[in-house]
């Protein structure tokens, strides 16, 4: 510590002490640090140191997470406060520490790695040079929380050693298939005959013989009228015994018809 190295450490190596006061992390990791409290990690100062110099560093996560929506969907918090800052070296100091503060977020994390860890870096100084090759630093945070022995890593109670009862499995009943009822064909009406009406005949035109100009008309002939023969009345002789006469029956004599005269 206190020097600046420009090849590899080992047997021979060229390592020198600047003339500029120069910081630096003196170890890759801090930690463990309970969840909860604060994390530190120290910054050391090499070369010359009478002069206050000032650093401005960053906190940044890696398996740890600074917020409750990057954290687990059960988490309360996040893991650590990531808000960065300045640090000032007083005259002849050389050593100084940067705080950060940790929160207890009520997830069981433990299952996935042996601790969380989050970053702390040396950005910039207007008074100092910062040693490139460890200008980082990582801190790692222990946790508190039960082991959760249900779903997730949210934290629930222990389970209980009592045996749990075997459920009683019910059978699901088989539905009972009701036949649909097929549907009632409602009948098409008839349609109704409206009947036509009857159209009224049309009288034949009466056929009237004009008769033909120069045709004489033909003369009817008179009817005879019968001759009426009038019956003999018998005559009484005086005799001993009458002598009964037959009555004349009168004759009839049929009328004769006119003979139709065939027209000129």
């Known amino acids: 510590a206190g020097f600046v190295c420009t090849t590899a450490i080992g047997a021979?190596?060229?390592?020198?002490?600047?003339?500029?006061p120069t910081l630096y992390f003196d170890e890759t990791t801090f930690g463990p640090f309970a969840e909860g409290g604060k994390a530190y990690a120290t910054v050391k100062r090499m070369g010359y140191n009478q002069s206050e110099v000032t650093v401005k560093y960053s906190v940044s996560g890696s398996t740890a997470v600074a917020s409750a929506s990057e954290n687990d969907d059960c988490a309360t918090m996040g893991d650590f406060n990531n808000t960065g800052g300045y640090l000032t070296f007083p005259v002849g100091v050389?050593?100084?520490?940067?705080?950060?503060?940790?929160f207890e977020d009520n997830i069981w994390e433990q299952a996935l790695s042996t601790y969380e860890k989050f970053v702390i870096s040396l950005v910039s100084s207007d008074d100092a040079e910062i040693d490139s090759t460890r200008s980082t630093t990582k801190v790692e945070i222990e946790d508190?929380?039960?082991?959760?022995?249900?779903?997730?890593?949210?934290?629930?109670e222990e389970p209980t050693t009592l045996p749990t009862n075997t459920p009683t499995h019910t059978p699901t009943p088989v539905p009972t298939h009701l036949p649909t009822p097929a549907p009632t064909p409602v009948p098409t009406p008839e349609p109704t005959i409206t009947p036509l009406p009857t159209p009224a005949p049309t009288p034949s035109p009466t056929m009237t013989l004009a008769p033909t100009p120069g045709t004489p008309m033909p003369t009817p002939l008179p009817t005879s009228q019968p001759t009426l023969v009038p019956t003999p009345h018998p005559t009484a002789l005086?005799?001993?015994?009458?002598?009964a006469l037959p009555s004349m029956v009168p004759t009839y004599q049929p009328t004769p018809l006119p003979s139709s005269l065939p027209t000129a």
């Open 12 to 20: 021979i190596s060229v390592c020198t002490v600047p003339e500029d």
């Open 94 to 102: 050389s050593s100084m520490n940067i705080e950060v503060d940790l």
């Open 144 to 156: 508190l929380d039960l082991a959760n022995y249900t779903l997730g890593w949210c934290l629930t």
């Open 238 to 243: 005086p005799s001993s015994l009458p002598t």
